[in-house]
């Protein structure tokens, strides 16, 4: 068998052609495709608005500067999640600090999270849940402790796309779509649900904080005649913010859009992979299976299984050309956090799960044979 890795892009024959076609336009950045993508991108979110920007990560930074952090109070967010989500408060020069998860979904545990509120909220500011895997945090909930609390919410949905839950009144509500969360981000680094290269985006239903993204991703810099405070012509522009360059070009945006376009296909065919696991696996002693609660869309950017003997079979795998990968090492053990006065013990349930968790392969292309080979191998390590 050929090298299976856990997760990686598509790219047909369309994306080609459309790339093609963006190299041939006009404008190569800040063209009709960044506008075009994020139309298209918002609609199928669901957010009134969205801002297409050069990756996830100047995503995060610049709705953390979009939801004006400031340096003397916190932001909370999960240790189970990529550094970016943490680095970018900082990037804004903001403190940070972490929650630990529920062992049971793995992301942010809002009942631990209301604890750390009632002993005293003034220390914080804000927080960013992370839709871990593409499992969907409850922002109905979550909204609801940042009103009583006065903090705002920037939801991480990089792995989330497509992923919803049925909130207190039975409606669906899609990751990022703008109802609970002040902002919400994406990527499209290739390995995400929708590659464009590098690329991310932002969504919010606040107009607002939509003119101010725009705003901050090109310098801080605005031509928009109802925000200039004077005009002196056609030429005239006016810079208001300190911004940055964090533009996406067309080319990318024509990937990403046309990556778009299957993205309801893709996310049909990562349901089923992730059934097909489910089925396999479940009866396989010491190995747990992704918890899905009822009324809830997992959007399975990652299938994460548990097991005491994580090391050992991740060595197996890859003799066998499987290359599974752990996600994550927990961000407050990294040594930059570590020296910023964290450590081990710190948050328990986030340790417990590293210490256990494996990334399987799961990517729409993975074929069946594949699946079933990754499956025979899984199988073969436990009966040995
Ligand atoms: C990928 C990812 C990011 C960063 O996105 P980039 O486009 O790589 O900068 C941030 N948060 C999470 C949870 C991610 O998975």
């Given at each position: ?250 080319i990318q945006a024509a ?51 548990k097991t005491s003997q ?75």
């Amino acid at each position: 068998m050929h090298a299976i890795p856990y997760g990686k892009q598509e790219i047909t024959e369309k994306d080609i052609a459309a790339v093609t076609d963006a190299l041939q336009g006009e404008l190569l950045t800040q063209g009709p495709r960044i506008t075009a993508f994020e139309e298209a991108f918002a609609s199928y979110i669901g957010s009134q608005y969205a801002v297409a920007v050069s990756n996830g990560t100047a995503a995060l930074h610049l709705s953390a500067l979009a939801l004006g952090v400031t340096s003397d109070k916190k932001v909370i967010t999960t240790p189970i999640t990529f550094a970016a989500s943490a680095n970018a408060v900082l990037y804004a020069g903001g403190q940070v600090d972490f929650c630990d998860i529920n062992p049971q979904t793995y992301l942010l545990d809002l009942n631990r999270l209301e604890d750390m509120l009632k002993k005293d909220a003034s220390q914080y500011q804000g927080v960013v849940p992370v839709d871990f895997a593409g499992y969907p945090v409850r922002t109905d909930e979550l909204r609801q402790l940042c009103d009583r609390y006065g903090l705002w919410m920037l939801e991480d949905a990089c792995h989330a796309p497509g992923g919803w839950f049925n909130d207190t009144f039975g409606k669906a509500r899609q990751c990022g779509d703008g109802t609970f969360a002040d902002l919400a981000i994406f990527s499209f680094h290739p390995v995400k649900h929708i590659a464009a290269g590098e690329g991310g985006m932002i969504t919010t239903n606040s107009k607002a904080l939509y003119d101010k993204l725009q705003m901050l991703r090109t310098h801080g810099i605005t031509k928009s005649p109802e925000l200039l405070q004077e005009n002196h012509g056609g030429w005239y522009y006016e810079m208001q913010e300190l911004g940055f360059n964090y533009r996406l070009t067309d080319i990318q945006a024509a990937l990403g859009h046309s990556q778009l376009e299957r993205a309801e296909e893709n996310l049909e065919k990562r349901k089923k992979i992730a059934a097909r696991y489910d089925a396999a696996l479940k009866d396989v002693p010491d190995v747990a299976t992704p918890f899905v609660a009822p009324g809830t869309g997992h959007a399975y950017h990652l299938y994460i299984i548990k097991t005491s003997q994580r090391k050992a079979l991740y060595d197996f795998l890859r003799e066998h050309q499987i290359f599974t990968q752990v996600h994550y090492i927990p961000v407050h053990l990294q040594p930059y956090y570590q020296q910023m006065g964290w450590k081990k013990g710190d948050f328990p349930n986030a340790e417990q799960y590293y210490e256990q968790c494996l990334s399987l392969p799961m990517y729409p292309s993975l074929t069946e044979e594949e699946q079933e080979y990754v499956i025979g191998k899984i199988k073969a390590f436990y009966e040995e």
